[in-house]
Structure formats: C-alpha cells, structure tokens
C-alpha cells in the first residue's frame, strides 16, 4: 500500500469544482426546462405575481396548539431562531439527534487518499479548509462538521437538521425517591401502558424526509460532488453532479459504511449491515464527464495475477515503475513493457493524469477476443404482441403497438434519421412477432412491399420459419414496419382468439435470439391459459392470510423456470407489459420469474384503460428502448484482504454461489445488492477496497467491461463507523433481503423482523456511541436520522403491508424492490409532495443561473393538506394529481383551460396537462418535467385524484406514510414504540417476538445468509 502523498495528487492537480471562483459564474451544469408555450417567456413572466395563498387558504393547523406530551410541563430552553425553536420541544418531547463524538487523532494512516476522521486538507486551501498554520479556533468555521454532510449549514451543529443537537433535559434539584415516582399523579410517563386518551407526539418534531431531501438539492444546484474529498454522498434523491477523482461515483456505487470497523466483533456492535448497492450502468446527469472507453489492444487491460482485479486508481507502482502492487490482495505484478511508464520521487507515474484508468474510479475497458463467449453484434430487439381477444378488446393491442413507433421513429412516427439513431444505436436490429393461440413472424426485409407474415401452427414443437428478414435495420425498413404496426390492431379485431399461448411463444424466441443474444419486449393482456406451459387460475382470493399464500408469491412450473434459464445462457433477457383483464390474475410469479432471471422487468397496468394508460405505455416502451443495455454480462465482485462476499441480492442468474452472476440483458435501472463478511481482520493503517466488474456486450455490439471502484477507511472502534453510514444503501440491503425471504417466510414474520432490526441498530447506538444522555431521550444517528421512516415505509409498501392485497401486485412490487436503485427505491419508501395551489412566482422557473428553482416538498401526512390545496404525489412509481373538493376554480381554469372550474368538469382519464400560456400551466409543467428527469423506470403522466370522486383517491391516502394506514402505526406511534422497546433493551428486559422460527432474525436479519433465491 502507498502512503498518504501517493495519492495527495488526486485532489490536489484538478481545480476544485467548488471553489470561490465559480460563485458569480454562470454554471455549465444546467437541468432540461421545458419549452416555452408560443409566444410566452418563462424566465420573465407577465402574469402578475401571485400571493403564496392566491389559489388556497392558510394552513388551520398552522396555530393549532401544540398536542400534550409525555412529560411534565417544562420550562422552554433558549435557542437560536434558525432552527425554528425546535430544541426546546425536542427537550420536551425526549427526542434529540445525538451530536458529533469529537474524533480522537490518529497516528499517521497510511491510508491511499484521506484520513476519513478529518477533514480533507491539501497542501494549499481547499474547500474553505484553511492552509498549515492558520489558529484551531477558526476551523470548520464555513466546513461541516466532522462526520456532517458537506450540504450542511456550519451555524448548527449536527447541520442540515431541522433536528438540532440534544439539549439538555430538566432536572430537578430533589429528584423523586422511588416510592414517591411510583405513587405520583399526572400524565403517564414514556413507555407506560396508555389510557385511551394517551398524548401524541408532536409530528412536528420527528425526522423530516422531505427537509432531509430539499437542503442537498439545493446545495448541489451550485455545487459539484468530488469522489475522493467527502466521506458521505448526497442522498439518493438528490440530483447532483460528480466529479469522479478516483472513487466511483455514488450513482454507480453506494457503500452502507464509509468507515468500516477492523473486525465483525465492532461490526456486530452496531447492527448495521456491510454492503454494497451497485448501479454499474446508471445514466450520468448533463454535466458529468462520460465514462471513458480504453482499449488496450488484443493484451485486454492490466490485470492482477493473483486475484484477477483490474488495473484501478489505488494500485501502487514501485521499482521505478516496474511493478504495480494489487490494492485487494498486495501482490506485486510486473508492468508490461508497453504499460511501461516511469514514477516520480513520490512512487506516482508520471502519466497518471493522463490515463483515467489511474485517475478515475469508473471506466469502460474493451476486451480482446478471449473475453467473448459469442462474437459481439449489435442488440437484436424482438417485439412478441400479444393480439388475443383481451388486447384487442381493451385497446392494448393499439397502446402497445403506437409505443412502439414511437419508441423507434419518434412521437411524429417520421423524425429525422438522427432521432432513430439517439434511439436505437448503429447495428442493432429490431424484429416482430405476435401470438394468440397460435405463433406468427413477419418478413421485414426492406425490398418487400408490406410485411409478410408466416404462421407456426405447432405450438407442441415451436420453430422459427425464416432466417433472414426477421430482425432488420429499422431504418431501412422503416416503412414496412410502420404499415404492419399500424395494420395489426385492424388486422386481428375480427379473429379474437380468447386465450394466449405464452411459453410456446418465449421458446420459440429463445431459438430466433439464440446463435446472437438479445432483448425480447413482450405484452401480455390476459392469463396465457392455451398450448403446453398454459397457467391456470392459482390465487381464488381464499390463501390472503394463510401460509399457502406464500406458494403464490413464487413460480413452481418448470417451464417457465426451464426457459428462463436457457434465454439467460444464450445472453437474452426479456420485459413483459403486462396488463391485467379488469385487475384480473395474471400470476405474474410465474410470468414476472422469467423477467426477473434473466435481468429483465415487468410494467404492470392492474387496470389497464385506454386512452388514460396509453401514454404511460408509449413513454414507457421508448424508455425501455432508449435507456443504455448491455447483454450476454457477467458480474465479478472483489474486495480487499480480510473481506469476503456473503450474499447477492438482485435479478439475475447464480448457478452456485461462488460464479459469476449471469445477465441476460442489464440496463440503466438495475441494481444489484452486495453483502460482505469478515474472513480475517482488517489492518486500520490501511484501507478496505472493493471493485466490480462487469463484462457485457453494449447495443452497439462492443464487448466491453465496466469497472466501479470503492475505497474506505478503516477505523478500529464502531464509533467513527456511525458518522459515516449511507442511510440510503443501508434501506436498500435491508430492504432487498427482505424481499428475498418472502417466499421463506410469512409477511408478519418479515415485519416483525424488520421491526426487531430497526429497534436494534438504534439501540445499539444508544448503548454503546450516544454518549450520557437522560435514558428518556430517543438519540438518533445523524445520518440515519430518518432511518425510521424508511422502514415504516417498506413495512406499508405493497410487498409487505398487511391485510388483503392481490398476489400478483405484492409480487410484482417484490421483485421490483429486489431490482431498484437507490434513487427509486427512496422515492418509493416515501413520495414526494409539492403543493401546486400556494407556488411561489419563481417556482418553476430558471433562475439567474439556468437552474430551475423547484419549490419546497412537504410532508406525507393528511395533516399538511390545506383547504382548497392541490398537490403533486410522485412515489416513482405513479404520480398523482389530488385535487381538495373545495379547490378555487380560478386554479382548475389556469391549469386545465378555460371553462374548467369544477372537479366534475374534469376529465377523470386525462394523462397530461395541456399547454397553456398561463403562469401556474407552465410553472406545474415544468415542474413535472423536472421530476420526470429525477426517477426511476417508470414514465410519469398524471392521474387525477379529486378527493370523493376518484378511486385514484384510495391510493393518495395509501401514500401518505406518515398517517396511520396500511395496517400499519402512524409515524409518531411508530417513533414511540420504537422508544419504547429500546428503553426496555437498554433496561435488560426486551422481550423478542417469537415468531414461528424466526426469533433471532430480528437481530441478525442483515446477516443470515439465505441460499440464493432463483
């Protein structure tokens, strides 16, 4: 390993992204804004300016008092007022956010790039970290705290909290004796057994997500994220942009603990799982510097001789450059003569700065000819169009048909070339077929006329009829495939066979896509119960609260297991559009394994209606097309020396658990979870390194590995560890091997558990890191501060919540949080809310800079809708338009056009707002287009949701976490009980629920290491 100095370079030879300089500047990191309406100028609006209630009325629960509490009446303790008197009723209420533990200097670490327990300081100024010789009582005067996020204000300490550090409680000058406590009169104390008029907590003062969310957002509107200078990444949700200097990028690779403890003994002490959330495709935001491709001719790229990792940043050269040292195994490999290149005093090659293998955490490396398992063509698309009685019928046939026009030539159906060439890249080729009770494949061959279609009637043993003209260059033949999509909803509406035969279709797929590999992009309107693999009605609605329900949630049929096995062998992976006859069963455990193996996803419409749904299914099959695919990968995780994989959690394929992960297809939107053992005990003098590769074929047909690059330190005690956690990867592993057990378990064991691990990782803090606080007091990690929430949100969400909930949409949403990023998975724990009805004039709207100033989020509670509001509802996944019964008319004419002053006026199908050359039309349009840019697979379009009179109002309320619904506690009940139960822990009597086997798995949930689930 090399010392501090090697590396001192990667911060110090690149100008800083966030210097003074830049200030006044304009900045070249602009988000998209949507176009303007004819004639009408957004950045300088002639609309008058709008009160901040022009549409609403003021919150009534803006004076309400504040509710009871546990305790006594208390004298209110002095604070500063940019923190919103928030401490003196935090000292009330017994809720605080522990402050930061001063952190013990450590001898020199001969760490690659940064002592973690630090600051970052260079040889000159750096990021407002003063220069060698300047007093100790000015440091961190404009620097966040040690173990603070670097978005946070330097006047409160922690910063960025509406949360401020713990006060001080009351404490009496004759504390009560025992006998006299126990016979005293008043309110009941915390954690009693309660009346039924028991006081609340007051909402106000627990955790907000959404203040959580809004101060990095604005922060990285100015301010660029370099890899190797802080310790923790911006929040998920947060858009940002990176400056890769060594360390991968956030949006690439998320560490659960930035600082990892020396041994699983301190590991263990803090309840928190070691892990990995890797994204290795994720698209960069405008700004960002693309991911550089390097070819190394038919040598392929430097590789350890040992352990086989790749050529990285953290490698050190000695011997004057002859060799380079492994950073995970530390073996000493020789340089090739034509790698060759001399180091100066310091041990660094003199081409460092020029090679970003050695200056960039992530890179694309192309391979040689030994990598290959096929030879490397250009992605084949092949579309399998459900035309049964069902899509016809329903107009699915025609979404589905006009998505995919759109998703090749554009929403005009004629763009221009270089529109079709953004959308599918040079090389790859597209195909179709459809299917009902029998098989059919077209002739695409641009010399042709029209397309001609060829029938396989023998569903018994399926062939592929034709050889050329199936998968053809769409542009050349762009004409005949228009003519046949626009031809097939006409062409099968008088035939309507009833019954699709789907796995006779995806094995005769398998032989079109098997001597190249590919992507298959299905719809499915209606249970496939016709020819061999036919599915039968599995869930009658009688197993909802049974064990057997747990049978449901999995796929016993072994064809569909068979063949997506074989599609993941042959490097082709497939997404079904699935949508439900009437919110009908489609037994998507079976349907959905066979997306879910191969790397592939499921859209799912429960209630498909056109033309409401149509736009989503167009939007979302130009996604689909357009997002970056690789196919034919495989995934290598390494780590360094006393580390070892324990588990994956994703979709995709594992024969045994030591292999590589198999990807038929891997996109833009998937992420795979990684959890790490110890296998020895690491040295604190060094860092803990880790990197993955992943070996893929891209659209474009280049054979190429994508490397992601981690480094942490090492801390020999558990407390520097809590100041480094990542809240949002440490949501995303619990979240994925809960997932992972439900067909194991029952959902009120996995709750339970999920429970129990909640309780224990802010026990453990409070017992071994808070310090000597009043046990009163509910202390929270600083950055797991909304840890809570999250949680409570994963235990209401469709997978897990309890009560009746349809098989196929509980896993559906399994087998999507198994495959969701961080970003996604973040905004589906817990939506976002803006409120429409009391914008700001500037909302909406670029500011001097070029960015779009979006308005403040809110929190997800009935509590902060207000008379007469409108809000926008996103959860990733749907995006709600709720509309208060007594909204102004005034807002429904500016937002929907004139005439529109009443709900029921309202179009209850409409999926789009339209363009009107109003303040609030243009202000809500922008807005949308903004968090469209900022989420995950799923396309947004509108739903409405006007309060009594939409069903879409169900799911509004459904979607305010914070309430008590879902089967579920409120947030503060739930705040309380978790409280409640580590008072008890750290009082040596908690009791862990026994449930059927289960009774350890609450400590030791992250940890139990589950056989693969396929």
């Not at 979709?651 to 795979?672: P, R, S, W």
């Not at 194991?744 to 996995?750: A, G, H, P, R, T």
């Not at 969400?797 to 896993?811: C, L, N, Q, Y």
């Amino acid at each position: 390993m090399s010392d501090f100095a090697m590396y001192h370079a990667l911060g110090q030879d690149s100008n800083n992204p966030n210097g003074q300089q830049q200030q006044n500047a304009p900045d070249p990191y602009r988000p998209h804004v949507v176009a303007s309406p004819g004639g009408y100028q957004q950045a300088g609006s002639p609309a008058v300016g709008q009160a901040p209630y022009q549409y609403g009325t003021p919150n009534p629960n803006a004076s309400m008092p504040p509710t009871p509490n546990y305790f006594p009446p208390q004298q209110s303790l002095p604070t500063s007022p940019n923190v919103d008197q928030l401490t003196s009723q935090m000292g009330a209420v017994g809720l605080g956010v522990e402050q930061a533990i001063p952190h013990k200097p450590k001898k020199k670490d001969r760490h690659a790039y940064h002592d973690i327990g630090t600051p970052v300081g260079t040889s000159q100024p750096f990021n407002g970290f003063p220069a060698s010789g300047t007093p100790n009582q000015f440091l961190n005067q404009n620097t966040p705290p040690v173990g603070g996020a670097q978005w946070q204000s330097p006047q409160i300490t922690p910063a960025m909290s509406q949360f401020p550090a713990a006060t001080p409680l009351f404490s009496p000058a004759m504390p009560a004796s025992p006998m006299q406590h126990a016979a005293r009169t008043g309110p009941v104390p915390f954690g009693s057994p309660a009346p039924a008029q028991a006081p609340k907590l007051d909402p106000e003062q627990t955790p907000s997500v959404p203040k959580s969310r809004d101060a990095p957002a604005r922060y990285y509107l100015d301010n660029v994220y370099p890899t190797m200078e802080y310790h923790l990444p911006p929040p998920a949700l947060t858009p940002f942009v990176a400056f890769d200097q060594g360390n991968s990028s956030p949006k690439f690779a998320r560490l659960t603990l930035n600082s990892i403890p020396t041994s699983a003994d301190a590991l263990a002490a803090t309840h928190l799982p070691l892990g990995l959330i890797l994204q290795p495709l994720a698209p960069l935001q405008e700004g960002e510097v693309p991911i550089p491709v390097l070819d190394f001719g038919d040598s392929g790229p430097p590789r350890c001789r040992r352990c086989r990792a790749y050529i990285n940043p953290f490698m050190t050269f000695k011997s004057g450059g002859n060799k380079f040292v492994c950073n995970m195994c530390t073996f000493p490999n020789d340089v090739s003569p034509e790698y060759f290149a001399p180091t100066d005093p310091s041990g660094v090659r003199v081409d460092r700065l020029q090679r970003p293998e050695l200056s960039m955490g992530t890179v694309d490396f192309m391979v040689p000819k030994e990598y290959w398992g096929k030879e490397p063509v250009g992605l084949r698309w092949l579309f399998l169009i459900d035309v049964s009685a069902e899509a016809v019928n329903r107009q699915f046939l025609d979404g589905f048909c006009e998505g995919i026009m759109h998703a090749l030539y554009g929403p005009e159906g004629d763009a221009a070339d270089e529109n079709t060439q953004k959308r599918i890249p040079k090389g790859a080729k597209v195909g179709i077929a459809t299917f009902d009770k029998d098989l059919h494949f077209y002739n695409l061959s641009a010399g042709l006329e029209s397309a001609q279609m060829l029938v396989v009637p023998d569903l018994e043993d399926p062939f592929v009829p034709l050889s050329d003209g199936l998968f053809v260059d769409p542009q050349e033949s762009k004409p005949i495939i228009t003519s046949l999509l626009a031809q097939l909803p006409t062409m099968f509406s008088n035939i309507k066979n009833p019954e699709p035969a789907l796995l006779p279709t995806l094995n005769a797929a398998l032989m079109a896509l098997s001597a190249t590999g590919g992507k298959i992009v299905c719809s499915l309107a209606a249970l496939p119960t016709w020819g061999p693999g036919r599915l039968f009605l599995r869930d009658d609605g009688s197993m909802h609260s049974a064990d057997a329900e747990k049978k449901l949630l999995a796929t016993e049929h072994p064809g569909f297991k068979k063949v997506g096995q074989k599609l993941v062998e042959s490097g082709c992976g497939i997404d079904f559009f699935l949508a439900a006859p009437s919110g009908g069963y489609l037994d998507i455990a079976t349907i959905g394994h066979v997306a879910a193996v191969t790397g592939g996803e499921v859209f799912y419409y429960p209630n498909f209606h056109s033309p409401r749904d149509t736009l989503k299914l167009s939007k979302e099959i130009t996604h689909t097309v357009s997002r970056e695919t690789g196919y034919q990968a495989l995934m290598k995780v390494r780590c360094s020396n006393g580390l070892q994989v324990s588990a994956y959690h994703g979709n995709f394929f594992h024969h045994t658990f030591g292999a590589d992960l198999e990807f038929g297809v891997i996109d833009a939107d998937k992420a795979i979870g990684v959890l790490f053992s110890y296998d020895g005990k690491l040295d604190p003098k060094l860092d803990a390194h880790f990197q993955a590769a992943l070996l893929y074929t891209t659209a474009g047909g280049e054979r190429r590995v994508r490397c992601c690059n981690l480094v942490a330190s090492v801390n020999e005690g558990a407390a520097q560890t809590m100041k480094f956690v990542d809240q949002d990867a440490v949501v995303n592993i619990i979240a994925r091997e809960a997932a992972a057990r439900m067909a194991e378990k029952s959902l009120k064991d996995i709750r339970a558990a999920l429970t129990e691990k909640t309780i224990d990782i802010l026990a453990g803090y409070r017992k071994a890191f808070s310090g000597n606080n009043p046990p009163g007091q509910l202390v929270l990690p600083e950055t797991l501060k909304e840890f809570t929430m999250f949680i409570l949100g994963l235990i209401k969400s469709r997978a897990f919540k309890g009560g009746k909930e349809p098989t196929d949409r509980r896993v559906h949403d399994m087998r999507m949080i198994k495959s969701m990023g961080p970003l996604e998975l973040s905004l589906y724990l817990y939506p976002r809310i803006i409120a429409i009805h009391n914008l700001d004039e500037k909302d909406g709207f670029p500011n001097e800079k070029g960015h779009l100033k979006m308005p403040s989020t809110i929190r997800a509670t009935f509590g902060k809708m207000e008379e007469g509001g409108a809000y926008i509802v996103d959860n990733g996944q749907i995006c709600l338009l709720w509309l208060h019964a007594n909204v102004s008319p005034n807002l429904l004419e500016d937002l929907f056009g004139p005439g529109q002053t009443s709900l029921k006026k309202l179009d209850a199908f409409t999926s789009s707002l339209p363009v009107l050359e109003t303040h609030l039309n243009a202000q809500v349009r922008n807005i949308l287009q903004c968090i469209e840019s900022n989420r995950g697979s799923k396309a947004l379009t509108i739903q409405l949701a006007r309060q009594g009179l939409d069903g879409a109002d169900y799911e509004f309320a459904r979607l305010l976490y914070e309430d008590r619904n879902n089967e579920a506690q409120s947030y503060g009940d739930w705040l309380v009980h978790v409280h409640k139960q580590i008072q008890l822990e750290l009082s040596g009597q908690r009791k862990k629920e026994e449930t059927d086997g289960l009774a350890s798995a609450g400590s030791t949930f992250v940890g139990l290491r589950t056989p693969y689930w396929g």
